[in-house]
Nanobody
Framework: QVQLVESGGGLVQAGGSLRLSCVASGRTFSSYAMGWFRQAPGKEREFVATISRSGVRILYADSIKGRFTISRDNAKKTVYLQMNSLKPEDTAVYYC?????????????????WGQGTQVTVSS
């Protein structure tokens, strides 16, 4: 079993930055690909970014490419999402996820665990 706890969300003005963190506990963190999803009110949960076990393979959603950066520190059992140049449309609850391989969809069968989410609100 793996527990994922996100932090770092908050309220920021458009153009600002936030750094989300997700700390894992339980089984070996480095055994899992990690990633982030987000869900805005009334919308489906959407893929944001994923990173492989070693950090070599990284994928981003087109909507955030060039603005967000995913990284991981296996020694700290933590995955990060650095979000720059934030826009009001980035407002959502952001969820951390762990899977058996890199993933690009919320219903990907490789996904195993989810965090509880952290709210990010970007004001215009």
């Amino acid at each position: 079993q793996v527990q994922l706890v996100e932090s770092g969300g908050g309220l920021v003005q458009a153009g600002g930055s936030l750094r989300l963190s997700c700390v894992a506990s339980g089984r070996t963190f480095s055994s899992y690909a990690m990633g982030w999803f987000r869900q805005a009110p009334g919308k489906e949960r959407e893929f944001v970014a994923t990173i492989s076990r070693s950090g070599v393979r990284i994928l981003y959603a087109d909507s955030i490419k060039g603005r967000f950066t995913i990284s991981r520190d296996n020694a700290k059992k933590t995955v990060y999402l650095q979000m720059n140049s934030l826009k009001p449309e980035d407002t959502a609850v952001y969820y951390c996820a762990a899977g058996d391989g890199t993933f690009i969809a919320a219903k990907d069968p490789l996904l195993r665990y989810w965090g509880q989410g952290t709210q990010v609100t970007v004001s215009s």
